[in-house]
């Protein structure tokens, strides 16, 4: 079936900002005397916030209940807001933009609900992304690597997920989009090893936006025979 669509994580995809995320995470985590890594960062990327807390609680032995949760993921969302705003992906406006000359619509797709990130989205990448089509943290009951997100995004978009596919970089997120039964372009921008991506079911790996640019028609070809 024809492509018509191509759903994009934002973190790591869009934006250069797992950095910014991972200390985060690590900072306010460590406030709350519970250790976190930056490479937990990653390996959880994807994840409601609520989730990553109560994943990183549990593993470390300790309770913490509803109200400190959300007292953590508010500083969490302070920390980020504070440091200096993350620059798009090398690549990814002209990638979105190829994408869009091509007569496909994009769509956002992201286990975040970074206010500060969010409201960029328009002004680095003008009139592409539309809220109403968009799935955040603040629109699903279930993160990656469960397939709600992906679920939706189809849902909203009104997609067969054949009609579809994805840009992720994350196994949580590959997994989520996997068990959505769509196909998954994964690109590998921050320090997890590419089997890891490829094991959590990515279709095709590539290195940068600039290697996926290059590839994109016969990919399109491909996948639509």
């Known amino acids: 079936m024809k492509k018509t669509a191509l759903l994009f994580d934002m973190d790591g995809i869009l934006y250069d900002s797992m950095p910014i995320h991972a200390y985060s995470w690590v900072t306010v985590m460590k406030n709350h005397g519970l250790n976190m890594t930056e490479i937990d960062a990653y390996l959880n990327e994807g994840r409601i916030g609520h989730d990553t807390i109560t994943l990183i609680a549990d593993r470390e032995g300790k309770q ?20 200096p705003p993350a620059k798009p992906i090398q690549g990814s406006r002209e990638f979105v933009q190829k994408v869009i000359a091509a007569g496909l619509f ?37 993160g990656k690597p469960h397939p709600e997100p992906y679920l939706m995004a189809l ?6 997920p054949s009609e579809a596919m994805v840009v992720e970089n994350a196994p949580l997120g590959i997994e989520s989009a996997r068990a959505a039964g769509l196909f998954v372009i994964a690109i590998n ?37």
């Open 64 to 83: 913490v209940d509803i109200e400190e949760k959300k007292r953590i993921y508010q500083e969490k969302t302070k920390i980020f807001a504070s440091c």
């Open 106 to 142: 994009a769509m956002l797709v992201t286990g975040s609900g970074q206010p500060s990130l969010l409201d960029q989205l328009n002004i680095d990448f003008p009139n592409v992304f539309v809220r109403e089509k968009m799935v955040t943290s603040f629109d699903v009951k279930k």
């Open 155 to 160: 849902q909203k978009g009104g997609l067969q």
């Open 189 to 225: 921008t921050g320090p997890l090893p590419d089997a890891l991506l490829l094991d959590a079911g990515a279709n095709i790996l590539f290195p940068s936006f600039e290697a996926l640019s290059e590839e994109w028609q016969k990919l399109i070809t491909e996948t639509e025979n």
